[in-house]
């Protein structure tokens, strides 16, 4: 299957799709993948804020580039961790076709600029579409996915979810811990600061 059908396929048919991943991975297509749906998203905001020349040029440059660094970062790290939490589900499968796949559920997101130039003459409601079509695209990039991994590690929807979730709750309470630390640590050098002024009891 050719890089222009698993794209069709991906649309239409996913599993089918992810399935031929299993014999060939089109890891170059996948990174194709990523840049397009990278520049369109970037070419959306740029259009439905209708910013200046200057500061669409530096959005599309380095914007650009520190997006397209910090999506591809999540697609490598991603990818090795939902490996790690599939394998620890007894799933079994390759962490290439996993990492061609993910990269092909960004596809949806190139749909971005299109949509944006349909809306762009609709006033101040494009802003309230474009968010509710973020909202879709996201939701199907989940749903892709979850048939990823389904498919791959030919587990149920239900150990998908949690392979997928999983890494998410444990960033978020990663996080929470790290600014209760923080927050603690900084009470605790307030409360000493104060304690060396004359005027604050000891």
Known sequence: ?????TTYYIFAKPEMAIKAFQERQPI???????LLATISTNVAGVLLTSMNLNTAKLILSFG???????IIGIWIIGTAIIHLFAEWLDGEGKVTTLFTALGFCFLPA?????FVLLIQNL??????????????????IVKLQIISVKEIYQVSSFRAVMVLSTPA?????????LLVIAFLMAFSFTSSLFQTFPFFPS
């Not at 299957?1 to 059908?5: K, P, T």
């Not at 170059?28 to 990523?34: D, E, H, P, Q």
């Not at 101040?124 to 909202?135: E, P, Q, R, T, V």
């Open 1 to 5: 299957m050719s890089g222009l059908e």
């Open 28 to 34: 170059g297509f996948a990174f194709l993948i990523v």
């Open 64 to 70: 650009l580039f520190s997006r397209l660094i910090f």
């Open 110 to 114: 190139i749909l971005a600029t299109p």
């Open 123 to 140: 006033g101040s409601i494009k802003l309230l579409l474009y968010l509710l079509f973020n909202l879709i695209i996201l939701f199907w």
């Open 169 to 177: 709750i444990l960033g978020v309470i990663g996080i929470i811990s």
